[in-house]
């Protein structure tokens, strides 16, 4: 499943296993009509690729509420302050489980990635 930006990478952005389950790769602050990565503070990179995540969720007909685990990556740790709101605002209801560590990212100006495992309806 692609969002819409064709990208040559060995990978798939999201993938249903057993007809079941969603795994979404790692989404990050990409414009999906440019293929760029986005600049702005944490808060505006989070929304984008909460964003990009809804958009491959949405592929599959399902939504973040159907998340059960979600993986953070921050470039910068002490952004987890203001990162931490704007991603309880996708998830009001019950949450997913959910790991944030900082990490290296692999494009330049990437403040955040998320990869997150949603479950489907049968």
């Excluded at 503070?41 to 007909?61: C, F, K, M, S």
């Excluded at 309880?88 to 990869?115: C, H, N, S, W, Y």
Aim: cysteine-free.
């Amino acid at each position: 499943m692609r969002p819409g930006v064709a990208q040559s990478l060995p990978y798939s952005h999201g993938v249903i296993a057993s007809g079941r389950m969603l795994y979404i790769s790692g989404q990050g602050p990409v414009d999906p009509a440019t293929g760029q990565v986005v600049d702005g503070d944490i808060e505006t990179q989070t929304r984008l690729t909460l964003d990009n995540v809804r958009a491959i969720a949405a592929l599959a007909g399902a939504d973040l509420s159907r998340a059960v685990k979600v993986n953070v990556f921050l470039a910068d740790v002490r952004d987890f302050a203001r990162f931490n709101p704007v991603y309880a605002e996708a998830f009001p209801g019950d949450r997913p489980a959910r790991t944030t560590v900082q990490a290296t990212l692999p494009l330049p100006g990437m403040k955040i990635e998320i990869e997150a495992i949603l479950a489907l309806d049968d």
